[in-house]
């Protein structure tokens, strides 16, 4: 019984602890669409305040009573990169090789091969 109520313990406690954190979309290797307006969101504690840097582009939100939260980045007049793309709240996170443009999927017929 003494095990098993520390146990549960340290699982809530690793619950409570809210870091700042990122979809899987956002991971190495990622491409930001070069536009005004570009969304990245992500989960934090209540109430914190999150800021995300690419290159120049530079925007800060706060956290809903969720956790949930969204910033926008103006990336329309940025350099393609490589940059390190850096989410800092109470922890930091990186994100390496990060390139802003566009990516498009082609497909269908032989002409696609030019």
Known sequence: MKYT?????????????????LPSVFSDH????KDAQTPVWGRAEP??????????ATATATTGADGRWQVRLDLANSSPGPFEMKVRGKNELTVRDVLVGEVWLGGGQSNMAF
């Open 5 to 21: 109520l520390i146990s549960l313990l340290c699982c809530v406690g690793g619950l409570l602890r809210a870091e700042v954190s």
């Open 30 to 33: 990622l491409v930001l669409l």
């Open 47 to 56: 109430g914190e305040q999150v800021t995300v840097a690419v290159g120049e």
